[in-house]
Nanobody, 125 residues
Framework: QAQLVESGGGLVQAGGSLRLSCATS????????MGWFRQAPGKEREFVAA????????RYADSVKGRLTISRDNAKNTVYLQMNSLKPEDTAVYYC??????????????????WGHGTQVTVSS
């Protein structure tokens, strides 16, 4: 059974940095598209970033370009999200997700079949 476990969230001041990790098991990780999504209170879950199986294809939401970086280590079955220059509006629960096939719907959470339970990121002003 597939498991995705996020870690690395916490409380940080605006302008600070955090690095999220998502450790996976039960997947053939090196063949999966991996994505990061976030959900703030009262809002829908939104796309943050996605990375293809080899790490060559990467996509970001416009709101995070230049500040957040997605990466993966296929030897460790782990995907990362380096978060720099954080803003209060980045406050949300961050989820990692996995799916077997890349599609044009990479930013749609309904395209992903596997999800972690999330990690809270809070950015204070």
């Amino acid at each position: 059974q597939a498991q995705l476990v996020e870690s690395g969230g916490g409380l940080v001041q605006a302008g600070g940095s955090l690095r999220l990790s998502c450790a996976t098991s039960g997947l053939t990780f090196s063949t999966y598209i991996m994505g990061w999504f976030r959900q703030a209170p009262g809002k829908e879950r939104e796309f943050v970033a996605a990375i293809g199986p080899t790490g060559v294809i990467i996509r970001y939401a416009d709101s995070v370009k230049g500040r957040l970086t997605i990466s993966r280590d296929n030897a460790k079955n782990t995907v990362y999200l380096q978060m720099n220059s954080l803003k209060p509006e980045d406050t949300a629960v961050y989820y990692c997700a996995g799916e077997q096939a890349w599609s044009s719907r990479y930013s749609d959470p309904r395209n992903y079949g596997y999800w972690g339970h999330g990690t809270q990121v809070t950015v204070s002003s």
